[in-house]
């Protein structure tokens, strides 16, 4: 069985949890997770059962190109010659998977554990910024 899932806006990277001064610690990402796993309810076909057993996950997360790649005036549409090919901006691929593999804990497989194979690459967007998710059953 193979599964696609596309969440539209930019991609999120898990954020470490906030410690009070009273030594209480709290997690400040739940607002985004909740919607996230929304979005992943919204697209799963009706009476999905959570997959079982070993499976891969392919995360493509598109972020969206900013101004100073582009030129100006009349060359606003077009690539600087200086802008770089690859995204490497500050959101790293293990903090983007952990965000998406819990996001999807419960609702798309039982547990994040499941996950035998995992592929995450970062790469610039046309338009908007965007994260496809492609899972797979492995064949025992």
């Not at 898990?14 to 992943?40: D, I, N």
């Not at 057993?53 to 200086?82: C, D, E, Q, W, Y």
């Not at 790293?92 to 995992?118: E, G, P, T």
């Not at 908007?128 to 059953?137: M, S």
Request: glycine residues 8%; aromatic residues 8%.
């Amino acid at each position: 069985m193979e599964l696609m899932i596309r969440i539209n806006g930019a991609p999120i990277a898990k954020s470490r949890h906030r410690t009070t001064r009273t030594g209480r610690t709290y997690w400040t990402q739940g607002k985004e997770q909740t919607a996230v796993q929304w979005e992943m309810i919204r697209q799963l076909p009706g009476g999905f059962i959570p997959l079982g057993g070993p499976l891969s996950v392919n995360i493509t997360a598109a972020f969206k190109r900013p101004a100073k790649h582009f030129g100006t005036g009349r060359n606003a549409m077009t690539l600087n010659g200086s802008a770089p090919n690859h995204c490497m901006c500050r959101k790293d691929v293990d903090n983007i998977s952990k965000f998406y593999l819990d996001a999807m804990n419960r609702i798309v497989y039982d547990d994040d554990r499941q996950v035998v194979d995992l592929s995450v690459r970062k790469l610039w967007s046309d338009g908007e910024g965007f994260v496809q998710i492609r899972i797979r059953t492995v064949p025992p």
